[in-house]
């Protein structure tokens, strides 16, 4: 029987030189190198890889859609929603990598969408009702209430948007006149928040109340200690009912 003159697809995967995981690891994060990304970013790619590949036991590169998909339905058993987005970030960057770089044909998270979070959503407040929630701590006249009122101008999406995670990761050293290096992103990437001139003013006379105390965090407790998200949540809700 005479051949086709083209090849099949099953025909052209067994000339096709495949790539091993340790060798799109290697140049995957040699680019991770090249573009400067920070070690701890750098880890956290290693990390999810790892735990991805422990789920679903098979070579990263040889992944397709439906092996994503296992493992978000498996993994929605082990861990939370944003655990899991988080390790689908980093599964998205890979790939996406290897097909821009022409290592593998076809991108297994192409057609992968990050998971909802259901989580309830705080609703958000206008800006009568901020002034009102400010007006009511100012009457504490205390460090802790000063420090709130602060912390409002961060956390209501006044300025920057910050989440609550991101907030109390920021150090006294991030603050740079009128601007905030954030480190602990949801991305993992450093970035820059800009703040107005009244967020600017008491911002600064927080930091001269606050004084030089142990831990470098820019939000302190009545004790000098850095602050966790559920005490800042807890004040907020405490504020706000007192508000109404």
């Known amino acids: 029987m005479r051949r086709r003159k083209e090849l099949t697809e099953d025909e052209l995967r067994i000339i096709k030189k495949k790539i091993s995981d340790e060798e799109a690891y290697e140049a995957f994060?040699?680019?991770c190198y090249l573009r400067n990304l920070r070690p701890a970013t750098i880890e956290y790619y290693k990390n999810e890889f790892h735990g991805a590949k422990r789920i679903i036991n098979k070579q990263l590169v040889e992944w397709v859609q439906k092996d994503v998909e296992s493992l978000i339905l498996q993994s929605k058993e082990l861990m939370k929603v944003t655990t899991i987005n988080t390790r689908l970030r980093a599964l998205?960057?890979?790939?996406?990598?290897?097909?821009?770089?022409?290592?593998i044909d076809k991108n297994p998270m192409k057609n992968i969408k990050l998971l909802r979070d259901r989580q309830k959503t705080i609703d958000t407040l206008d800006n009568k009702e901020i002034e009102k929630l400010i007006g009511t701590i100012r009457k504490e006249k205390t460090f802790i209430s000063f420090r709130d009122e602060v912390i409002i101008l961060f956390f209501v999406f006044l300025d920057t948007g910050v989440r609550l995670s991101e907030l109390v990761g920021i150090g006294v050293d991030d603050v740079r006149g009128n601007i905030i290096i954030i480190r602990r992103t949801k991305n993992l990437f450093e970035r820059t928040v800009y703040l107005s001139e009244t967020t600017q003013e008491q911002l600064s006379r927080y930091i001269k109340i606050r004084g030089d105390v142990e831990t470098t965090k820019?939000?302190?407790?009545?004790?000098?200690?850095?602050?966790?998200?559920?005490?800042?949540?807890?004040?907020?809700?405490?504020?706000?009912?007192?508000?109404?």
């Open 29 to 31: 994060f040699k680019d």
């Open 92 to 103: 998205r960057a890979f790939y996406n990598f290897l097909c821009k770089s022409k290592l």
């Open 218 to 244: 820019l939000f302190i407790s009545q004790d000098n200690k850095e602050l966790n998200r559920h005490s800042i949540q807890t004040r907020l809700t405490k504020s706000m009912g007192r508000k109404q």
